[in-house]
């Protein structure tokens, strides 16, 4: 049986990233599961120390670069975007089937100070882990 593939995107792989992680959290062993931004790809400390607060081991994650053609084989796709700033920038080739969008802030967009960054990336990371936490029987569903 063959794996299958979700790819969490976002501006520069940050929100995507701690997606993956979470993603991963569940032991999916029937999914590949990758994180890459549609923009630079820059893995900042802080989404990883705020994961390292939640999840003790957090795996290394490579920055990813968007491939069209990569991601449009994957099962399922999950833009990551703030609609305020982001909503005109994701990729306009992805294909509406696979496709799900979560509209999640944007620390590095929202705020330029630290400590506020620090705080919209815990919420963000609070986010994102409802929103896998729900898609949990549609990775765990025999009907794939």
């Known amino acids: 049986?063959?794996?299958?593939?979700?790819?969490?995107?976002?501006?520069?792989?940050q929100r995507g990233?701690?997606?993956?992680?979470?993603?991963?959290?569940l032991d999916l062993s029937d999914w590949d599961i990758r994180s890459a931004a549609w923009g630079d790809p820059t893995i900042t400390d802080?989404?990883?120390?705020?994961?390292?607060?939640?999840?003790l081991n957090v795996p290394e994650v490579q920055p990813r670069v968007y491939n069209s053609k990569e991601v449009s084989q994957a099962d399922l796709i999950i833009a990551l975007h703030d609609s305020e700033y982001?909503?005109?920038?994701?990729?306009?080739?992805?294909?509406?089937?696979?496709?799900?969008?979560?509209?999640?802030?944007?620390?590095?967009?929202r705020s330029s100070d630290f400590s506020e960054q620090w705080?919209?990336?815990?919420?963000?990371?609070?986010e994102i882990a409802i929103n896998i936490k729900n898609l949990?029987?549609?990775?765990r569903s025999a009907h794939m």
């Open 46 to 55: 802080t989404p990883v120390e705020i994961m390292k607060e939640i999840v």
């Open 119 to 126: 705080a919209l990336y815990q919420e963000v990371c609070d």
């Open 136 to 139: 949990e029987p549609y990775f």
């Open 17 to 25: 990233l701690m997606a993956e992680i979470w993603a991963n959290r």
């Open 86 to 109: 982001e909503a005109a920038d994701i990729p306009p080739d992805l294909p509406a089937q696979k496709l799900l969008r979560w509209d999640i802030q944007n620390p590095e967009l």
């Open 1 to 13: 049986m063959s794996k299958h593939t979700v790819y969490f995107l976002s501006s520069s792989q």
